[in-house]
């Protein structure tokens, strides 16, 4: 009999110790599920607890804003002033400069989230989410460090974001190359990279201001510029480029917004044709709302390829032990590449949803302003290729949507709970 009991009492204690063995356990969430908490999710859940309505974040990394705080380099700051990129019912802080720092943004957002006692679910991925029509809930799995859990819930809240993993694209011969090669998100300084000859792949804002950063540690980076570029002065008249622009829309057509940021930026910058920078032939603002490609808003970058400091290459064919082919023919050694090839969505990884989101990009299927919500309590914030002034646009409809029918519900049940026992 002692004998049962310590084996029972064994195999309980190793079903919680041994190793890869996983506990599937259901957790009922009263409120919404939100999956990610980068500024996206800490908006939506600091709308939705103004309202009275609790939510749950569930989170993959250790900390909020993993991209910030994990995922950028050291000199990073916000690329649009301040005013455009706080958060629903917080400010930055006066003392702030126009470009907050990577740091103060971060602090910014930490103090955010203890303001409205946000407190996410760390270390839980969400491996799959799909809505039961049978139950008439979503069930969310995630998996964890220890064990797998899924979370039971009415409303669905996507805020894993457009830059949730690095886009490596396919290099004939990178293989063969024996230097270092690594994407932006790995990129912290050029201090690694010092006397280095460095290869920077992709012309948007992180490939130009990487290059700009290996200049500023004595390193020697090319640029490959492979399609047509817009490149803007990050201030103009006095003002941030970003800020006239919107100012300017309220007046006027977006093609003639495009005629006057091009004329004014010819003037500040010259022609980049020269530069090797060819302009595509769609405006920088109607090309960002056409395709979402952002124009590039020079911090310092033009200066030092005009002085040759960084050298601007053709498309790149193939990489071989250290040398790098373009598509012109012409070649060069290379100690080190950079990947600035951008981030995708991952949520067609795993959200089972044919009609709110894409397969094919992850990102919304409607246009802006009308991605944000999708059937059966299912939303989406930071989806709009506008960056954080979107995150928030979305954050406070979905918090105001989803409060309507939790009002409606806790009324329901009042009047369900007030009727006479005999009625029911
Ligand atoms: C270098 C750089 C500079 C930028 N500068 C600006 C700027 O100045 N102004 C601006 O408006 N925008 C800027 N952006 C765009 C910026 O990404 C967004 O504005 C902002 O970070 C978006 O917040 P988000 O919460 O939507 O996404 P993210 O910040 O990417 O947060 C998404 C979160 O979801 C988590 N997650 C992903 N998948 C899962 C999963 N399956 N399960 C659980 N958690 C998951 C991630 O770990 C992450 O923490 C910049 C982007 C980059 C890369």
Redesign the pocket.
């Known amino acids: 009999m002692d004998y049962l009991k310590e084996m029972e009492g064994k195999s309980l204690h190793d079903r919680f110790d041994m190793k890869n063995i996983k506990i599937i356990r259901s957790v009922w969430v009263p409120g919404p599920v939100i ?8 908006a939506v859940a600091a709308c939705l607890k103004q309202r009275g309505v609790p939510s749950m974040i ?4 250790n900390c ?5 705080q994990n ?3 050291d000199r ?5 002033p301040k005013e ?2 706080e958060l629903p019912l917080k400010p930055f802080p006066q003392h702030f400069p126009t470009y907050p720092t990577k740091q103060q943004f971060v602090a910014y957002l930490e103090s955010y989230a203890k303001e409205f006692g946000i407190k996410p679910q760390f270390n ?4 799959s989410a799909e809505y039961d029509q049978n139950l008439g809930f979503w069930r969310v799995r ?1 998996l964890g460090l220890k064990e797998e859990i899924e979370y039971i819930c009415q409303w669905l809240i996507v ?6 993993e690095p886009i490596v694209p396919g290099i004939e011969g990178s293989n063969d190359f024996v230097g270092t090669m690594v994407h ?1 998100s790995s990129y912290k300084s050029g201090e690694a990279f010092r006397g280095k000859r460095v290869l920077v792949v992709g012309c948007g ?2 490939g130009m201001e990487v290059c700009l950063d290996l200049c500023n540690h004595d390193a020697r980076p090319s640029l490959v510029v492979r399609d047509t570029v817009h490149v803007l002065p990050r201030e103009m008249l006095g003002k941030s480029t970003f800020g006239l622009s919107m100012w300017l829309l309220k007046w006027l057509p977006i093609r003639l917004v495009d005629r006057f940021l091009l004329l004014v930026s010819r003037a500040l910058l010259g022609d980049t044709t020269h530069l090797g920078l060819t302009r595509p032939t769609l405006g920088p603002l109607q090309l960002k709302n056409m395709s979402g490609k952002t124009p590039v808003l020079d911090v310092g970058t033009l200066a030092k390829i005009r002085t040759g400091e960084i050298k601007v290459c053709p498309g790149l064919k193939r990489l071989t032990r250290n040398t790098a082919e373009f598509t012109d023919g012409s070649a060069g050694d290379f100690d080190a590449v950079i990947l600035a090839t951008g ?1 995708k969505s ?1 949520v067609p ?2 959200l089972k949803d044919n009609e709110l989101f894409s397969e094919k990009n992850g990102l919304p299927r409607r246009e802006f302003p009308h991605g944000w919500k999708g059937e059966c309590g299912l939303y989406s ?3 709009t290729k ?4 979107g ?1 928030s646009m979305d954050a406070r409809k979905i918090s105001e949507d989803i409060d309507r029918s939790w009002k409606a519900e806790a009324k329901h049940l009042k009047d369900l709970y007030s009727l006479p026992t005999s009625s029911l």
């Open positions: 999956v990610g908490a980068g500024p996206s999710g800490l569930l989170e993959r990394a909020i804003a993993s991209l910030w995922k950028t380099y990073l700051r916000l690329h649009l455009f990129c839980a991925t969400v491996k995630t805020a894993t974001g457009e830059n949730a932006t804002n992180s981030y991952n990884s795993w914030v930071g989806f506008r960056g954080l002034l995150t």
